[in-house]
């Protein structure tokens, strides 16, 4: 590369990244009579800066982005292609296994919230230039990964039984539920690990090696589902079991490889354990931010459970359309959260680091390309939902109470983008207490209700207008706290108060 005299060519904290490269910076040529001591003083600060400081926005986002993106729309092919395998065993098979969502939804919030606090605290600490800090939260964090994992052994052994026979008492049902669940609960070490070491990537910027990790899960997981569901390569048939045993296996690899490269590439952070005692105080701090999205997604979780209730009622069909519904939806949603993972520490760096303008860019351009992708998720539910019905053996009855569900529900892509983005900068702020207000009221105070009486009426179409209705409310309260936020933080970052 050609230089002139007024350009400097330098290598930042994330050289060592592949996803960073070069930093071009224009600077004046140094000369030291010229800039002094403290010129020079600065001039290695700038060298020091992480690229979520400096890099153009745009290419920013993007590069952090759609390594995640990438991984999680593995994860979401994987997570339809278990279902499909699944759906070769039976529809009841099927139906166990989507009676199980609540319980594994609950356990990736556990995770993800821990994460998103572990996320928005590092970074900050990171833009803050806090180093010792970023080191006791990333510590902490994976502490409290380990409790979490506990909490689900205890869970997975003594409430899976329980858990399922409020729901059937389908004796075929209960067996293949019991089963999976028990398994994906008890050896959830993996997807414990897998996340939190994730999320120590993303808050220094290599979402590239996240990428690696959660395709290489994915992929291990595609290979594994028809070998040990169906018994081939001389391995014994294990059918639903065989579906929960590639699962936790994938995850178990991941977690594995999220250390060992923590370990290798992320130098920005020491995890030591030598003389480790748990930070009550820091871990209130991660709390602070984690817990709202753990309710959030916990929230999820009774969401589910409440509308498995309400479509049992009509049939058992229904609620295997429901849990089909939610395999192919995150092959849409899926994307939107990596771009929020990628947008997150953006916005927390520059927040702690007061560049104003760079964290409003971000804003805007992470609605914009959530928009587009919900966008096209929309087109896709609404011009092709037979063909996606198809891919899971769907009998003539499932095609017809399948074919109006997607095509209602996936009316509330158009405005589910907008809200997904505001929930995440608000949790990038520290003020993830607006978005579990927005997840509470839509999906207890709004959509529950709303799909119950939708319910009186008789007929299980009417039962999926409930999302629509309850994404319009979201959209009200997200709008509203959006301009809240922006009047009382990010108006005033960089005016002293």
Not at 29 to 39: D, I, K, L, S, V
Not at 208 to 218: D, E, F, L, R
Not at 469 to 497: N, V
């Amino acid at each position: 590369m050609t230089q002139n005299k007024n350009t400097r060519l330098y290598r930042g904290a994330e050289a060592e990244s592949p996803a960073c490269g070069w930093v071009i910076l224009q600077l004046p040529a140094f000369r030291p009579a010229e800039y002094g001591m403290t010129g020079r003083m600065k001039i290695m600060e700038l060298q020091q800066e992480n690229k979520m400081g400096v890099m153009p926005v745009n290419k920013l986002l993007l590069s952090m982005s759609l390594p995640i993106m990438i991984s999680m729309l593995v994860q979401a092919l994987y997570n339809i292609v278990d279902s499909i395998f699944v759906a070769m065993i039976s529809e009841n098979a099927l139906t166990a296994v989507s009676l199980a969502f609540p319980i594994q939804s609950l356990m990736i919030a556990t995770a993800t919230g821990t994460g998103v606090g572990v996320n928005a605290i590092l970074s900050k600490s990171l833009g803050e230039k806090n180093y010792d800090k970023a080191n006791k939260t990333a510590v902490n964090g994976v502490f409290l990964a380990f409790v979490s994992y506990l909490v689900f052994v205890v869970i997975g052994i003594a409430g899976t039984g329980p858990f399922y026979r409020s729901q059937t008492m389908d004796a075929e049902i209960l067996g293949y539920g019991v089963q999976y669940l028990t398994i994906v609960c008890v050896a959830s070490a993996g997807i414990f690990t897998q996340i939190i070491f994730e999320r120590l990537l993303q808050s220094t910027g290599k979402t590239v090696y996240t990428m690696i990790t959660q395709g290489t899960g994915a992929v291990i997981n595609l290979i594994l589902d028809p070998i040990l569901i169906f018994g081939l390569c001389g391995m014994p048939e294990m059918g639903v079991a065989g579906a929960a045993a590639a699962t936790v296996i994938g995850q178990i690899i991941a977690g594995i490889m999220g250390y060992i490269i923590n370990e290798k590439v992320n130098h920005e952070i020491k995890l030591e354990w030598k003389g480790f005692r748990p930070d009550g105080a820091m871990i209130g701090g991660i709390y602070k931010v984690g817990i709202p999205s753990i309710i959030m997604q916990a929230i999820g979780s009774l969401m589910t459970y409440g509308m498995n209730l309400i479509l049992i009622s009509f049939t058992s069909t229904a609620t295997a359309v429901f849990g089909v519904y939610f395999k192919l939806q995150s092959f849409i949603f899926m994307p939107v959260f990596g771009l929020n993972n990628g947008m997150v520490p953006i916005i927390a760096y520059n927040y702690g680091a007061e560049k104003k303008d760079r964290l409003i860019q971000t804003i805007k351009l992470s609605i914009a390309y959530a928009m587009a992708l919900m966008i096209i998720g929309f087109l896709v539910f609404q011009l092709c939902p037979q063909v996606l019905l198809q891919w899971f053996n769907a009998s003539e009855t499932m095609m017809g109470i399948g074919i109006p569900a997607l095509r209602t529900i996936s009316v509330s892509f158009l405005l589910a983008g907008f809200c997904i983005i505001c929930g995440s900068v608000f949790q990038a702020l520290g003020n993830g207490i607006y978005s579990m207000v927005v997840s509470i009221a839509r999906q207890i105070i709004v959509l529950l209700p709303a799909a119950y009486f939708l319910a009186k009426l008789g007929n299980v179409n009417y039962v999926w207008w409930a999302f629509p209705i309850a994404e319009l409310m979201s959209l009200a309260l997200s709008s509203y706290f959006l301009f809240r936020i922006y009047q009382k933080i990010i108006k005033q970052i960089g005016t002293g108060r």
